[in-house]
């Protein structure tokens, strides 16, 4: 009988086990748990200053932009109107007396002469204007 009893018990060790162990999953469970309590506190942490009160400036205007355009003989052209050359002087004092004051911006043809330029320029400085450009394309 002895060894029916044997024969039995090593039969029920050599089964498989049918319940799941559960202690691996509570122990990462807690180990989040005190990781996320131990980090929740870093993550609402502010630093409270006294900031300076100022009154703020409504930003000016942005000045007009005015093209003057020269092609190769000299032609000009007021915002791509044609003009003569007389007329020049006189849009630019129109100009040089708004507020606030336009930019002059010069697009003119790379044949152009350079005389035509520096007479367009003289004008413009003689009449006041501050802000002239000179507009031109970049090398693809």
Do not use: C
Request: proline residues 8%; aromatic residues 4%; hydrophobic residues 45%.
């Amino acid at each position: 009988m002895i060894g029916v009893k044997n024969s039995v018990s090593v039969a029920l060790h050599t089964a498989p086990m049918s319940e799941i162990n559960t202690t691996p999953l509570v122990d990462v469970m807690l180990v989040l748990l005190v990781i996320f309590i131990i980090t929740a506190p870093l993550l609402t942490h502010a630093v409270r200053i006294d900031l300076p009160q100022t009154s703020s400036q409504p930003l000016p205007e942005k000045p007009e932009v005015i093209s003057v355009s020269i092609d190769t003989v000299g032609k000009m052209y007021w915002n791509d109107v044609p003009m003569e050359q007389g007329e020049l002087k006189v849009k630019l004092q129109q100009i040089a007396n708004q507020k606030p004051q336009p930019e002059l911006n010069i697009r003119a043809d790379k044949e152009t002469r350079y005389q035509v330029l520096a007479e367009v320029m003289a004008d413009a400085q003689s009449v006041g204007i501050s802000k002239l450009g000179f507009v031109s394309e970049p090398k693809h």
